[in-house]
């Protein structure tokens, strides 16, 4: 009778060079297989190139077909273990199949599948398109439809134990907690009798009463008694089991272990196989370290004494305890210390390092073939890709080890969950009752990161009245403020260093809009001589934050002014008419907020034909080219919604509909955008601006030159507009 065989154990063999199951099914483009294999955990065999059988590879449009006729989706059909199990498994036959063979040939499901190489056909009529195309020590053919056996359902591990009345055996792995037995694939099973058991027990004075000596001990034996793989029944070999030890076996004369006998032939379960021992493996070294004690004897160092700051050292040091622990090395810790974040900063609260460290576990053993999100001791979920060594998307498995039971995965990066339970520095502030600083974050995106509880930051926190002081000092409104989103952000950015400073930080700090800050933490001074006002900083979860009693204000970077905006686009005539007017030092200030609204060249040539005047008439009257000018500036800055009537600096009201693009009568604002100059915004305008009282175009020369508004000095307006910046 031909048997399936998974792998060869010690007596495999292969070229030099070889391209793996995996690799044939990704060059043909057969993804849906390749995604019902990873679905059923069977992608860890279709990457070996010990892997010995023939595939019947279904087409992706085999799959669709399929999904049809069942009525149901790829991922309510991934969701279904057992069926896609007994489907795939259908798929499976023994190695080296004669190319003339036509006849049935048993599949690693326990049924018998009939084969035609020479008709080219499988099952009931199903074609078989390509192949064998080799892969290492397997073989593929692709077929243009996926075979369905008769029988939808599998026996799980533990019903076939039950069959075979080893109820000791069952005993002992509910006793442990060993649920792989049940739900692991391609496992193979050497299953004690009830005698063996009991004389086990009997000999080594265990027993199932729950004693954690006792359970840990049958634990590590049980695990000796399990390979993850489906074995060869007519080979030999060492093969590895759960708990890391090699397991000699020999079908030939029926012995496993050291000369246990095999006293039933292979039994079938699911994608697994179980036979029946007369006696009870018992591994080299059952004295088998705990989680703890492997950390300790690995170099574990700053894991260990974290673990012991959080009081977690109880917990694994208890071998009955089963877990995979994604451990961080030394090197991993050591790569947070650039980010201020010490032993010494994470063991001051001891929940937050609680939680930290809880993320690091996951429940149960997880075998190597695991890919998929699985619940943390946390409660958070870690996403894990085991057979591509990673864990979420860019921490790397640099070693794993079962122990005893357990096993561990060295990781490069320690693991931070999203979902910590300690407030974020948003959450702080509203806390402490800094409203205004909460809005303010919440006109910015600067929000999400604070909110976020595992971003690493020093914030310094303006409190309520440190907002109103310095936004009277710099004569404008908590509204003023938010209008300008652009400067408003780089403000916060300036309270935000990324990293934990340590209490005798005195230097200058890289903020997060890249701008550096004097910080005196023991003299408590930060920035242009502004306090900090608490003892101690405030945790919060990675972050701290210090109150202050003023708002940084960030020195302005190099940026162009209005003047500059209107001389790089281009437009000669609104330039020559400021200079004329003498307010290019006005308009050349970088810090000064104001709203602009800048005529083109053609503008005014076309405003001017209206008036009956030409450039030069404009010009020679500069009191009332200084009003027309000031009636184009606001200041201040006004939100993209603006619909109102806004004072000029003239003291003149213009109407402004800045989502309808207009201004004043009827001109309309021709870019998309404001332009950013420097704190000021610039809007492009298709006619001039002209007060109110100078637009009579029967008299405009005689009105040009007597009538309007006179302001005293251009002081006037520059005081305003230098009144009116941060």
Not at 50 to 68: I, K
Not at 72 to 87: I, Q, R
Not at 191 to 201: H, Q
Not at 619 to 645: M, Q, W
Request: charged share 15%.
């Amino acid at each position: 009778m031909l048997v399936l065989a998974v792998t060869l154990g010690s007596h495999g063999a292969r070229g030099e060079e070889c391209q793996t199951i995996l690799q044939v099914a990704e060059e043909a483009n057969l993804n849906s297989l390749i995604a019902a294999l990873n679905a059923a955990g069977l992608n860890v065999p279709i990457q070996d190139t010990d892997s010995s059988f023939t595939v019947m590879a279904p087409t992706d449009a085999a799959f669709d077909s399929l999904l049809e006729d069942l009525d149901m989706t790829f991922a309510e059909l991934a969701a279904n273990e057992t069926l896609l199990s007994t489907v795939l498994g259908y798929h499976a036959l023994p190695p080296n199949l004669p190319e003339n063979l036509a006849g049935p040939v048993p599949t690693l499901t326990g049924q018998d599948l009939f084969v035609n190489f020479t008709g080219k056909v499988v099952g009931e009529n199903v074609t078989i398109e390509a192949g064998p195309v080799p892969a290492c020590l397997a073989q593929i053919y692709v077929i243009d439809a996926v075979l369905v056996p008769e029988n939808f359902t599998c026996t799980p591990l533990a019903d076939v134990a039950l069959a075979e009345n080893l109820t000791l055996f069952l005993e002992v792995v509910n006793q442990t907690d060993f649920s792989e037995v049940n739900v692991s694939p391609l496992r193979t099973v050497f299953a004690p009798t009830n005698e063996a058991i009991a004389n086990f027990l009997s000999e080594y004075n265990v027993t199932l009463t729950g004693e954690n000596e006792d359970l840990g001990f049958l634990a590590q034996v049980l695990a000796y008694h399990s390979v993850e793989t489906f074995i060869l029944p007519d080979g030999w070999g060492e093969f590895e089991t759960i708990n890391g030890q090699q397991l000699p076996v020999n079908f030939s004369d029926g012995t496993v272990g050291d000369n246990v006998n095999i006293i039933s032939g292979q039994q079938i379960a699911c994608l697994s196989q179980l036979f029946v021992i007369d006696g009870v493996l018992i591994p080299n070294d059952t004295a088998c370290p705990s989680i703890y004690d492997f950390a300790k004897e690995s170099g574990f160092d700053v894991l260990v004494e974290l673990v012991d700051a959080a009081g977690l050292a109880p917990f694994l040091s208890n071998i009955v305890n089963r877990f995979s622990v994604f451990a961080p090395s030394d090197a991993a810790f050591a790569d947070l210390l650039p980010y201020g974040i010490t032993t010494e900063v994470l063991k001051q609260n001891t929940t937050l390092l609680s939680e930290i460290l809880k993320y690091h576990i996951v429940p149960g053993y997880l075998p190597p073939g695991v890919l998929g999100e699985f619940e943390t001791m946390f409660g958070e979920k870690l996403s894990l890709n085991l057979p591509g060594r990673k864990v979420e998307k860019d921490v790397n498995i640099t070693l794993s080890a079962n122990v005893c039971t357990s096993k561990v995965n060295a990781i490069d990066a320690v693991l931070t969950p999203s979902g910590l339970t300690c407030p974020s520095v948003a959450q702080l502030a509203e806390t402490l009752g800094l409203e205004d600083l909460v809005q303010a974050l919440n006109a910015t995106d600067l929000i999400a990161p604070l909110s976020a509880p595992n971003i690493i930051s020093t914030v310094f926190a303006p409190t309520n009245e440190a907002f109103n002081t310095t936004l009277t000092e710099l004569g404008l409104t908590f509204d003023d403020l938010l209008a300008n989103t652009t400067r408003l952000t780089e403000i916060l950015s300036y309270h935000v260093i990324g990293r934990i400073l340590p209490p005798t930080a005195d230097d200058k700090f890289e903020t997060l809009d890249g701008i550096e800050l004097a910080v005196d933490l023991p003299e408590k001074k930060v920035g242009d001589n502004v306090n900090i006002t608490t003892e101690e900083p405030v945790q919060a979860c990675l972050s701290q934050v210090y109150v202050i009693d003023a708002v940084l204000i960030p020195p302005q970077e190099t940026c162009d002014t209005v003047i500059q905006v209107a001389e790089t686009a281009g437009f000669t005539s609104l330039v020559t008419a400021v200079d004329t007017a003498g307010l290019r030092p006005s308009l050349s200030d970088p810090t000064a907020e104001l709203t602009v609204f800048a005529p083109t060249n053609e503008a005014f040539n076309t405003t001017l034909t209206e008036l009956g005047l030409t450039f030069d008439d404009l010009l020679a009257n500069t009191t009332r080219l200084t009003e027309i000018l000031s009636y184009h500036v606001i200041g201040r800055i006004l939100p993209p919604t603006a619909d109102d009537k806004f004072e000029t600096l003239d003291g003149i009201e213009l109407a402004v509909d800045l989502p309808e693009k207009k201004v004043g009568d009827n001109v309309n604002i021709t870019a998309e955008e404001p332009v950013q100059a420097c704190l000021s915004q610039v809007y492009v305008i298709d006619a001039v601006l002209i007060p109110r009282g100078q637009q009579d175009s029967g008299n405009s020369k005689l009105l040009f030159s007597l009538k309007g508004l006179v302001i005293s000095s251009w002081v006037q307006i520059g005081l305003l507009i230098f009144g009116l910046r941060i």
